[in-house]
Every structure is written in structure tokens, then in C-alpha cells.
């Protein structure tokens, strides 16, 4: 866990919230939208190809966005979403209401409350720039564990130079998939990452 840092409504969090502080939540979504997610989103989406009977695990799934793109690609998945911010957790619930087969775990992407090989996808969307080194190399630890011999996980994020040698130091080949610019937040790059058997 990172060390808990004094947000200016005087909470205090070990995680960094969506928009960086709670009172910015509600505005998250829009914020998304206006630098450019949607297709970036959808570029992950698309790029996973998932199928169904599929169980996929989304690390860090912030309000959902990422999440009902893949459910509605994908409704025979089982998608399992994960992310700390409990404020999150509940925008991203009221968006999929009515979806069968989606779940939401309030869990820290170094430290998933899963058993090893549970997962046949993996999916994250701007999140592990979050996170300093020695996290990142915990979470990407923890995402192989979870993730089924031969799975793939789909990753897509900004300031993500030094992320293809950590995946490839945890085990995974990883391949970039692709890359794009954000209005305001710069280049953004897809990995296609694979477990190996």
C-alpha cells in the first residue's frame, strides 16, 4: 500500500481518487470525455476481442467507463471490476445496473483478493502511471497471478515508457498494440500482454 496522503476535505486516502480528490468525482466522467476517452476505450475494447464464457478482471476501474464498454461488447462475459475508491465503486454500480454477469471489488491492484489463475482476460485503462515503481512491479506481480496460463491482459496508459520492461521482468511478452494522443494528457499507448503456458 503507498502511504496515505491529506486531500483538502480532510479525508484521508492510501490510494489516489478518480480526478485526484473526492469532491472532483462527479466530474470525472466528463473530464474523460473531454480529453478523448471514448475511443481509447474502445480501441482497448475492441483490441481485447473478448468472447463469451470469458471471467475478466478490470484493475482499476475508476466510475465504469471501461467496464460497461466491455460488458456491452461482450454481454457472455463475466467481468469482475476492481478499484479502491469506494465513491468510484458506487458510480460505476449505478452504471451497469440491470447488466447480469458484472462485479465490483474494492481491492488494490498489488494486493487482488483472488485465487491464482482465475482469470482468462485482463483489462486496465490508465491506471498504473498512478502508482510509483515498486507498486507498479507489485501490480503487475499480482496480475499475472491472477491471470490464467496463456491469458492476455490489455493495458492502456500515458507515461508508460518503462512499463514493457516490468512486464516483461514479472514474465509476461508484451507487445505494444497501438498508440494515440489525449487532448491535454499527451500519448497514450495500448500493450497487448500475454501470460505465457
Do not use: W
Amino acid at each position: 500500500m503507498t502511504e496515505h496522503r491529506p486531500h483538502f476535505l480532510a479525508n484521508r486516502h492510501d490510494y489516489l481518487p478518480a480526478a485526484g480528490h473526492d469532491a472532483l468525482l462527479p466530474g470525472y466522467d466528463l473530464l474523460t470525455r473531454v480529453l478523448g476517452m471514448n475511443p481509447v476505450y474502445d480501441a482497448l475494447v475492441s483490441q481485447a476481442g473478448l468472447s463469451g464464457g470469458q471471467r475478466v478482471i478490470e484493475i482499476g476501474c475508476g466510475t465504469g467507463n471501461l467496464t460497461v464498454r466491455a460488458k456491452r461488447a461482450c454481454p457472455g462475459s463475466e467481468m469482475v471490476a476492481t478499484d479502491p475508491d469506494p465513491r468510484a465503486l458506487q458510480r460505476a454500480e449505478r452504471k451497469t445496473k440491470g447488466m447480469a454477469g458484472v462485479q465490483f471489488e474494492r481491492a488494490y491492484a498489488q494486493e487482488l483478493p483472488f485465487g491464482d489463475g482465475e482469470f482468462d482476460v485482463a483489462l486496465s485503462s490508465m491506471m498504473l502511471h498512478h502508482l510509483d515503481e515498486a507498486t507498479q512491479v507489485a501490480a503487475i506481480g499480482e496480475l499475472f497471478r491472477v491471470l490464467k496460463p496463456g491469458a492476455r491482459a490489455h493495458i492502456v496508459d500515458v507515461r508508460a515508457d518503462g512499463l514493457p520492461r516490468l512486464l516483461r521482468e514479472a514474465g509476461f511478452n508484451c507487445e505494444i498494440a497501438g498508440s494515440g494522443q489525449l487532448r491535454l494528457a499527451g500519448r497514450v499507448t495500448r500493450f497487448r500482454v500475454t501470460r505465457p503456458d
